[in-house]
Nanobody
Framework: QVQLVESGGGLVQAGGSLRLSCAASGLTFDWFIMGWFRQAPGAEREFVAAIRRSGDTIYYADSVKGRFAVSRDNAKNTLYLQMNSLKPEDTAVYYC??????????????????WGQGTQVTVSS
């Protein structure tokens, strides 16, 4: 079955960096748009970043643009999120997700077919 497994979360001070990974199995990875979302306590799940199948087109939420970088390695079936200049408001559970529909609006969580279990990122002030 399809599995998306995130790793790399943790506790970091404001201004620090973390790199999240998402290992995919049970699917043809390079068929899928891959996305990162996050959810803070009491908040809705929000879009962070997405990358199209070949990696040629990338999208970011305005709140992370210039600080976060999404990438993928199709040979390793792995998605990454490099997070720099972290802020306390970046604290959330981060999820990776896979979307098969190339026509999808990548910022919409409902467009994604598969989700990981999430990894906690906590940024202290």
């Amino acid at each position: 079955q399809v599995q998306l497994v995130e790793s790399g979360g943790g506790l970091v001070q404001a201004g620090g960096s973390l790199r999240l990974s998402c290992a995919a199995s049970g699917l043809t990875f390079d068929w899928f748009i891959m996305g990162w979302f996050r959810q803070a306590p009491g908040a809705e799940r929000e879009f962070v970043a997405a990358i199209r199948r070949s990696g040629d087109t990338i999208y970011y939420a305005d709140s992370v643009k210039g600080r976060f970088a999404v990438s993928r390695d199709n040979a390793k079936n792995t998605l990454y999120l490099q997070m720099n200049s972290l802020k306390p408001e970046d604290t959330a559970v981060y999820y990776c997700a896979a979307c098969l529909d190339y026509r999808a609006t990548v910022q919409e969580p409902r467009m994604y077919d598969y989700w990981g279990q999430g990894t906690q990122v906590t940024v202290s002030s």
